[in-house]
């Protein structure tokens, strides 16, 4: 399964943007998806996961700020991020495991995207 991630960029701090992976299979709201970041020399940690069943976990650090969510009709899996911070800045990746369940740790998640790069200005 491939994963292509669009959405990322530029924008101040408080402000929003809305991720986008499109899977090559249609996966979403069949296996557990997610959204993870990492900055260079970090492992790579979780933002944001939705179960086959629609259950959704966010980290701390996403919680009340951003929503992960699947568009069944187009096969996308997005994250909404709302008031940005300069500390969200990092390369943002969208991951899909071969299971319905998730689990938090990056490898549990079989297939990758390239990321997409987030930057916060403050």
């Known amino acids: 399964v491939e994963l292509v991630e669009s959405g990322g960029g530029p924008v101040q701090a408080g402000g929003s943007l809305r991720l986008s992976c499109v899977p090559s299979e249609h996966i979403v709201s069949k296996r557990c998806m997610a959204w993870f970041r990492q900055a260079p020399e970090n492992e790579r940690e979780p933002v944001a996961n939705i179960d086959a069943d629609g259950k959704t976990y966010y980290a701390d650090s996403a919680k009340g700020r951003f929503t992960i969510s699947p568009d069944n009709a187009t096969n996308t899996l997005y994250l909404q991020m709302n008031s940005l911070k300069p500390e969200d800045t990092t390369t943002y990746f969208c991951?899909?495991?071969?299971?319905?369940?998730?689990?938090?740790?990056?490898?549990?998640?079989?297939?990758w995207g390239q990321g997409t790069q987030v930057t916060v200005s403050s």
């Open positions: 991951a899909a495991s071969s299971a319905r369940l998730c689990r938090w740790h990056y490898t549990y998640y079989n297939y």
